[in-house]
């Protein structure tokens, strides 16, 4: 049930969310579902910026920063000035295993926009061992991949590293001989974009665009494409989580 709110507080509320409480996909008892989320994000690059300011805005009720505290003392400062109603809390991002499991298990969904890729596979098998949704967005050489691993609908979908695999195998067969390093860098922005889009879509009626697949976004001409990916039974991290 959504928690009770003061009279000053309901004003504030109302006022601010007065354009999202409209809208059909969200309304009242949705934009209430938004407010008593959780949501982590691992990360403070350059893809967390729009993400954290769109999930800010949006009304999201916790944010959790999860990098080294001097990376976001700045921008939780600005996301506070944003939309004081958010509250915003930093942690470093966890070392071991069962640190990411407990990270994890206190989180509506965790969001990966992480460069390093040890840090996306120590989240991967958290998320294999505690079946919570996972959102990833990174880049390999001048391209960016999306993907949801969303455990819900089917016991056994592919983990990240079986979707890194496939993603990471289409931008080594699709080079690009002339990148554009401006239009990289800012492509990442549209990527955080993509992943707060994603990241509401699932809270407020648990469906997903990108469920078992990924996407590539190639920043020259500003287009998308859906790449499936199937469970690879071959795959070291997620074949012995597999369900019977």
């Not at 949705?30 to 691992?42: C, D, F």
């Not at 800010?56 to 001097?70: K, N, S, V």
Request: aromatic share 4%; charged share 15%.
């Amino acid at each position: 049930m959504p928690l009770p709110l003061e009279n000053n507080e309901e004003s504030e509320w109302l006022e601010r969310y007065s354009r999202q409480l409209l809208l059909k996909e969200v309304g009242g008892a949705g934009q209430h579902r938004l407010g008593q989320a959780t949501v982590a994000i691992v990360g403070t690059g350059l893809m967390t910026i729009p993400l954290t300011l769109y999930l800010t805005a949006a009304g999201i009720g916790h944010l959790l920063l999860l990098d080294q505290p001097q990376s976001t003392q700045t921008h939780r400062a600005t996301l506070h000035a944003l939309n004081p109603l958010v509250q915003t809390t930093a942690s470093p991002i966890p070392t071991t295993l069962e640190q990411t499991i407990e990270q994890m298990n206190g989180c509506n969904l965790t969001l990966l926009a992480h460069d390093h890729a040890h840090i996306r596979q120590q989240f991967n098998q958290a998320a294999l061992q505690t079946r919570h949704t996972l959102i990833s967005g990174w880049q390999t050489k001048d391209l960016y991949f999306i993907s949801t691993i969303h455990a819900n609908p089917d016991p056994n979908p592919p983990c990240l590293l079986c979707t890194e695999t496939v993603c990471n195998t289409f931008a080594a067969t699709h080079p690009n001989p002339h990148p554009d390093p401006n239009l990289t860098r800012m492509a990442a922005g549209v990527i955080g974009s993509v992943l707060a889009m994603e990241t509401l879509t699932l809270l407020l009626d648990n469906r997903t665009q990108i469920c078992y697949g990924a996407r590539v976004f190639y920043p020259e001409e500003g287009r998308y494409d859906a790449m499936p990916v199937l469970k690879n039974p071959h795959c070291p991290a997620c074949s012995s989580h597999s369900s019977d």
